[in-house]
């Protein structure tokens, strides 16, 4: 393969590399950026700690912490404080956006769409962590409720 076929395949995240000239190139999938740290482990236990419904979205929670620059304590430690983790959600909605009026398509769905309004919504974007946590909820001890949860994921 050569031009664009190698291009289009290097931009899905494939990369095609061939042992020798005379061989055909072999496929090496990337290993996905969660795997190589302690996130999934941490949320996993702290899921756990906290008896958290399944599917608990591990994954989801991490990348949408990466695509969005987000801590990827936050949308778990909202949904531990907003709706047990999940226990008591409606619609899809574990975080209580929108004071749990809005639904999602799919847990999935929720997890990206907070992400994304944490991170570039209009309320939200340029704001520190407190910043962010005082929009979302003005209850003074709100936010530290939320970043207490935060710590428990790194503790666990």
């Avoid at 799919?106 to 769409?113: D, N």
Wanted: overall charge positive.
């Amino acid at each position: 393969m050569q031009g664009a076929g190698w291009f289009g395949l290097t931009m899905l995240g494939i990369n095609l590399v061939p042992a020798s000239r005379e061989m055909t190139p072999v496929m090496i999938a990337p290993e996905p950026r969660f795997a190589r740290d302690d996130r999934a482990k941490n949320l996993k236990a702290f899921f756990d700690a906290y008896q958290c419904p399944q599917p608990r979205h591990v994954e989801e929670y991490i990348k949408a912490a990466d695509a969005y620059g987000l801590d990827y304590r936050l949308l778990p430690a909202l949904s531990v404080r907003e709706s047990t983790c999940g226990r008591h959600a409606r619609m899809n909605n574990r975080w209580g956006w929108d004071s749990a009026r809005t639904g999602f398509a799919s847990v999935a769905r929720g997890i990206e769409y907070v992400a994304r309004q944490l991170a570039w919504g209009r309320s939200y974007r340029d704001k520190d962590l407190d910043g962010k946590l005082h929009t979302y909820n003005p209850n003074p001890l709100y936010p530290g409720e939320v970043k207490r949860l935060m710590q428990e994921i790194e503790t666990d």
